[in-house]
């Protein structure tokens, strides 16, 4: 191997001259090496990870240097490490140790790219994670930014046949638009092609020996084959470039035996016209290319339609908005202009620009775009509304509190995207299972070609013709990715955000759900019903705004109830929250603590007989020596329809069971008036912890419904785990799924689509088999011609989509017991 000479720093793959302050290195026998772009830095290390590190000690000369093309190309992925630009795109993880990116992906056609892409790029150090969204074409990154670059992800795609860019939701919907009328206009050169070569192919069939002359066999021939051609180059076109990428990857998709049907059939009667002797398979050609991608493209549209809703989610936040001004005057600005603190006018008719607090005014917000609930609910003066809500009746001045990016409704995409992340195990078996049917396919087909070579060689072409075409493991791989994405989409037009993938899965296998109590069972609106002096040291007044100012560093329910008794001259210091218990901070120079009895004294005194939630006022440095001021008595409403919800899970053989860290007589009234028998009280976020894995280590699954920050460590561990609409931001970001309705009925529908989607995905998986298993040997004895063949393989795939469609059409009904078999 030879090198350009001088003082030159060389890439070591390509030989091309390395840039100046290129980070781009591949690590090979103890040595770092350098590389001068991503794309060979992509290769380099697909070379090495995949074993042939050997390639690099033992060549004999430098690969092509890279064209101006993939110069500009690499130049362009070198681009996306520029920390300003990335901050259009790239955001932080939970964690900030990880940054994560959306990325608008080419080239995805079915669930074997998703697996392709998530397989190659999960294997590349310091990515954590990939998910790749079916609907949207979508991928998901999370990454360390310290062991990899985004330069890198970007550059791998591109080397596995996947082209991407940072998504942008104006351009994407242009691509998928694109995509839309490129694939309609390869069905319809397909279909009027099908058309004329069968009205060639009739004649041909039914005429005896004497019936047409030779000159007529070849001048349909030939026009057959005039028609034939722009179907392969054509229409087909992206089968051969799926199979070719499938091929370098050394992975075997369902488009490797498409093309070799398609192609061998195609040349073989090609041959045959050109020859003037054999047999010609123009009809089946056609045929089969027409019914391939007519199935694709069913699947592709009800895959958009499933997931339209979410998608529009980009179009909720209305692009400009009023900012009124510190003099009073207004100013209309883009909406991704505001910030948090800035003041915006909302006149009727249009729609909330951010998420934030009314400050004046009061009217109806149609919510239904963000909770599936069709009718306007009513917002007043304190109340806090969503970005994308339309306002119907009156002016608004709202305070903003997020905008943009931070505000909820672009918040949804994140999570919708994560929900691909992981797929359910169900899910995992069907991409395994299809991948090695086409390599099983191809053994057989081999053997078959064998087999009629010995029996009857002029059989063979359209024989094997029949088994690549009738095996096509298309059904078998929409099986299960149609029937999720037609969930999701059906969930979400009902107001359940699935975030993470396993959570239809663990829904429809679910023996328990536990329910929280406040913001959960409860409307989450506490009230402040009572006050209980305790000593000569306050009135009533001065303990409320004790109890208000610590209260102002709490996100629970019950700080809301305090809301109205805050004094601003009156401010905490040194405020401690403990999770479950209560809050102690200092105020006035003097120590105080307000929640649980245990948690204000050591030894609190018994609270009032009246029924409710009583929390405890104390002075004092510590627990011990603490003076009790007083107490405090709040109270929630059940949820309208929780007593039908309770009821409706129980009849579906579900055990309901009410975990709260409240006191056991407002706990125990609750349960009672929500017809739950089973139920602790005064738990704290340890003990439930313990209790859950109790549960589950006795055999149950268990399905978590919270809302707060002490619900986060319980709704991880919980086998499924769903956060109320009004949870906070952590426990959302850790939850399963989200309901964005305040109805607790969603989570019945949310049981029935999930139980229904689980039994159609079963359907389809043994519809699959079952077809597969029987077309096979069919096929391989030669009782099936090749049109056949492309009529009962479109069929299987059209019978799999419609089956798992639907759940588009699932009927459930309003709150009242039902079990939850069936929709």
């Known amino acids: 191997m030879t090198a350009p000479a001088g003082n030159t720093i060389c890439c070591y793959h390509c030989g091309a001259e390395v840039p100046q302050n290129a980070t781009w290195r591949i690590e090979l026998d103890g040595r770092s090496h350098p590389l001068c772009c991503p794309g060979c830095e992509a290769v380099a290390h697909a070379i090495v990870e995949g074993g042939l590190e050997s390639y690099y000690r033992f060549r004999t000369e430098l690969p092509e240097r890279p064209g101006d093309q993939d110069t500009q190309r690499a130049e362009t992925w070198a681009v996306f490490d520029d920390p300003e630009l990335q901050r259009e795109f790239v955001h932080p993880t939970g964690d900030d140790s990880h940054r994560q990116v959306t990325l608008a992906v080419d080239g995805i056609t079915c669930a074997a790219c998703a697996w392709l892409i998530e397989h190659r790029l999960n294997a590349i150090g310091g990515l954590e994670s990939s998910a790749v969204n079916l609907s949207h074409h979508r991928l998901h990154v999370v990454w360390d930014p310290d062991r990899l670059k985004l330069s890198r992800i970007l550059a791998e795609l591109a080397a596995i046949g996947y082209p991407s860019q940072p998504y942008e939701p104006d351009q994407a919907q242009q691509k998928l638009q694109h995509e839309e009328r490129q694939a309609i206009r390869r069905l319809i050169v397909a279909a009027v092609a099908m058309m004329q070569v069968m009205m060639f192919a009739i004649p041909l069939y039914v005429a005896g020996p004497d019936d047409m002359s030779e000159s007529f066999h070849t001048l349909f021939h030939w026009l057959s084959l005039a028609l034939a051609t722009p179907v392969v180059a054509f229409s087909a076109l992206p089968f051969f470039r799926n199979a070719l990428r499938d091929l370098r990857t050394r992975h075997l998709g369902m488009d490797v035996p498409v093309s070799l049907a398609i192609l061998g059939a195609y040349f073989a009667s090609a041959y045959a016209v050109l020859s003037g002797s054999g047999d010609v398979y123009f009809d089946s050609v056609t045929m089969f290319t027409f019914f391939l991608l007519f199935s694709r493209y069913i699947e592709m549209r009800a895959r958009r339609r499933n997931g339209h809703s979410g998608n529009a989610l980009f179009g909720v936040l209305p692009s400009s908005a009023v900012r009124l001004e510190t003099d009073s005057s207004e100013r209309v600005l883009p909406a991704n202009q505001l910030r948090p603190g800035d003041r915006v006018r909302v006149p009727p008719g249009h729609g909330v620009p951010a998420d934030g607090v009314i400050v004046s005014g009061h009217s109806s917000l149609d919510e239904s775009m963000l909770t599936g609930e069709p009718l306007p609910v009513a917002r007043e003066t304190g109340d806090a509304v969503t970005g994308g809500s339309i306002n119907v009746e009156s002016v608004l001045e709202i305070e903003v509190t997020r905008a943009g990016r931070d505000a909820r409704a672009a918040g949804i995409l994140e999570l919708t995207d994560r929900a691909f992340a992981s797929r359910p195990r169900i899910a995992e078996q069907a991409s395994r299972m299809a991948h090695h049917f086409v390599l099983r396919l191809l053994v057989v087909t081999l053997g078959v070609v064998i087999a009629w070579s010995i029996i009857d060689p002029s059989r063979v072409l359209w024989v094997t013709l029949s088994v690549l075409v009738v095996t096509c493991p298309c059904a078998l791989a929409l099986a299960t990715p149609t029937a999720l994405t037609a969930c999701h989409g059906q969930m979400r037009r009902r107001g359940v955000l699935v975030t993470r993938a396993h959570a239809i899965e663990g829904l429809s296998q679910a023996t328990r759900i536990v329910f929280d109590k406040t913001g959960t069972l409860t409307e989450g609106h506490m009230r402040l019903r009572e006050t209980q002096i305790l000593g000569d040291a306050l009135d009533v007044h001065q303990a409320g705004t004790l109890a208000a100012a610590l209260e102002a560093h709490s996100e629970h329910p019950i700080a809301r109830a305090f809301r109205d008794l805050r004094d601003p001259s009156l401010r905490a210091s040194n405020v401690s929250n403990h999770t479950g218990q209560g809050l102690e901070g200092d105020i006035n120079g003097q120590h105080y603590r307000l929640g649980r009895p245990g948690f204000a004294l050591a030894a609190p005194p018994s609270p009032p007989a009246s029924a409710g939630q009583w929390l405890l006022l104390s002075r004092g440095s510590s627990v011990e020596h603490a003076e009790p001021l007083a107490w405090f008595r709040l109270d929630d409403l059940l949820r309208e329809d929780a007593h039908d919800t309770v009821a409706a899970l129980r009849e579906a053989g579900l055990t309901v069971e009410l975990l709260s860290g409240d006191g056991r007589a407002a706990v125990e009234a609750l349960a009672g008036e929500a017809g739950i028998t089973t139920w602790t009280a005064e738990a704290t976020p340890e003990s439930k ?46 939850a399963d799924a989200v309901l964005m309705s305040p109805r607790l009925w969603r989570i019945v529908e949310a049981m029935t689509l999930a139980r229904l989607t689980r039994r159609l995905i079963l359907q389809n998986l043994s519809w699959a088999l079952c077809y597969n298993l029987c077309a096979l040997p069919l096929a391989a004895m030669g009782l099936v011609p090749p049109w056949a063949a492309a009529l009962g393989m479109s069929a299987s795939s059209l019978i799999v989509i419609g089956n798992a469609l639907r759940l588009s059409r699932a009927r459930l009904s309003t709150p009242s017991p039902m079990p939850l078999s069936a929709p």
Do not use: C
């Open 689 to 734: 912890l313990t209790h859950i894995q109790a549960l589950q280590a006795a055999g149950e699954r268990v399905v978590m419904i919270g809302d707060g920050i002490n619900d986060v460590p319980v709704l991880a561990a919980a086998d499924v785990s769903i956060a109320m609409n009004g949870a906070t931001d952590l426990a959302r970001t850790r």
